[in-house]
């Protein structure tokens, strides 16, 4: 692990005066449909998806591996190979890039992706801090960047070509969406987070209606949401947001799954389904539209589907499109990146001067495809999310990406 200071890896200081707003675009202008969201069916319908082609990518039946599966890394590599022969491409791919937001999620998939393919590569992690220096941490091993400043990017671009990366036709890049593409982790992304809690209360609120209580809602969410309990709740929402939920209609009680969880005889979310089967036949409490929930979150865990709650996703989706592109032209930009889930300047940018190289690039994003794209029910009449205009606000950096060669 190498630790660089900012001027030895020459990126500017982006302090809060140089992120400016540079105008509404969508993701769809930067990478048009080759877009990808948690189910692995790509938007751009000539790329076939994980339920036709599974088998072809090497991935045993039809469940949605996650990011930090190598299944995950196999489809993602298979719909690259595939993209470069659409695109009429004949080489094949030779390096493999990835942008995102979490080394864990992100890294993982990129570090997967590289042992996979045995193809060289590079990785950018971005999370802005501008309360510490600008500063990268560089693993040397896996060619892993992480920086404390999106505007690094510019700096990353420099350091994979002279790490002897070609960054050409033969490249694909993988950008991740959620607090990279959308909503900077660090920048702006605590508005992505208000947007699913809005979705998350509007769907306690359509369930429970005056039994809803908020106050107690938030002490389990705050408590379940901490590593003790990602026995039970896998660290996914969808899991978080329904025992909450039954919390709330009081079947159980919020200090018996505390009790369950030390002793640690409670430790999956199956068996956690199970309790709540049982109790229902006891109590009726949260009555039809919680029975309707509880049938649809089992029906969907059973069948393997890692988003199980889609009436929440639904809801979480129509309350992420309401802050996209919902401020002012004229706002500033702190009030900007404070009420609006705003495209990331630098990832932007940096595509720009990518697809001049004639990269492949594809997003590929681990947000739910009920919290990512409209539905039958309530939402039919909106766009996708990366169809969504909303203002790009970040650092300019494409006075740097020029002068490279
Ligand atoms: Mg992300």
Known sequence: MTNYSATEVLFKDATESMVKNFGRSTLYEYFSDWVIYRNLEPMDKR?????????????????????????YAKAALWFGEEAQRLRGVKTPIKEIILIGDTLLNDGTAYHNMRSLSGLPGACFIGCEKTAQEPSVEIDDKDQVYSANRWSALGAWAQWAL?????LDANTLVVVDIDKTALGAKGRNDQVIDKARLEGLYRTMDAVLGEDFDYNSFERAYAEFNRTPYHLLTEDNQDYLAYICLVVN?????????????????????DQFLRWVGSRMMIKHNGGEAFRQVHEAVVASVRSGDPTPFKRFRREEFISTVAHMGNMADDSSVADLLKNEITLTEEVCELSEWLKGRNCLQLCLSDKPDEASRPNAHASAHLAPLHKIATHRVGVDIRQMLDKLK
């Not at 002279?162 to 070609?166: A, F, Q, T, V």
């Open 47 to 71: 790329l076939p998806g994980l339920k036709a082609a599974g088998y072809k990518m090497g991935l045993a039946g039809d469940r949605i591996p996650r990011k930090l599966e190598k299944d």
């Open 162 to 166: 002279d790490s002897g990366l070609r």
């Open 249 to 269: 209609t009081g079947l159980i009680h919020f200090d018996e799954v505390v009790q369950e969880i030390k002793k640690k005889s409670l430790d999956n979310f």
